[in-house]
């Protein structure tokens, strides 16, 4: 979650910011005693300042540097279980995959064992018709010789009955 700006903290301390430095008059030879004091007390003063800015910017730091791990945690954590969802998706697919590849080419066994009892049963009818054919042929070559001698036979009779009348 981003944080709004923070609040900015001026620690630049000036004479005038410091109302217990000009707040005493200082009277004769004790007053450049009090002005050192009072500057040892004024540098102390900006000394612990300056400490607690920097323990501010310290802790304001740490408190930065936990948020941060925790979001890049919390991020790693959402791209390392996409990375692993799709990786089981991309299995199962293969899976899948790989199931309906084996039924085509179950599919396709099939069709080509179906294509070669066809053509081995095309080729034996086409023989068989040959066959028939060629059988048919010399049956019909038998009648026709059949035929010729039952002509033949009737022109004998014919011709043994005309030539009784004569």
Request: aromatic share 8%.
């Amino acid at each position: 979650m981003p944080r709004g700006k923070g609040k900015s903290v001026d620690f630049d301390l000036q004479d005038d910011e410091l109302p217990f430095l000009g707040s005493q008059d200082s009277n004769g030879s004790n007053g450049s005693e009090d002005n050192a004091f009072q500057l040892a007390f004024a540098e102390q003063y900006i000394a612990t300042r300056e400490k607690k800015k920097k323990e501010q910017q310290r802790k304001f730091l740490a408190g930065a540097k936990k948020l941060v791990s925790k979001e890049i945690k919390s991020a790693a954590e959402v791209i390392t279980e996409t990375a692993r969802s799709v990786e089981e998706l991309f299995q199962a697919f293969t899976i899948n995959y790989a199931t309906e590849e084996d039924c085509i080419r179950n599919l396709w066994l099939a069709i080509v064992e179906e294509e070669r009892k066809l053509q081995n049963l095309s080729k034996r009818f086409h023989s068989a018709v040959i066959k028939e054919g060629e059988e048919c042929e010399a049956e019909q070559i038998k009648g026709m010789g059949k035929a010729q001698e039952a002509v033949l036979e009737t022109q004998r009779v014919i011709d043994y009955i005309y030539s009784k009348k004569d």
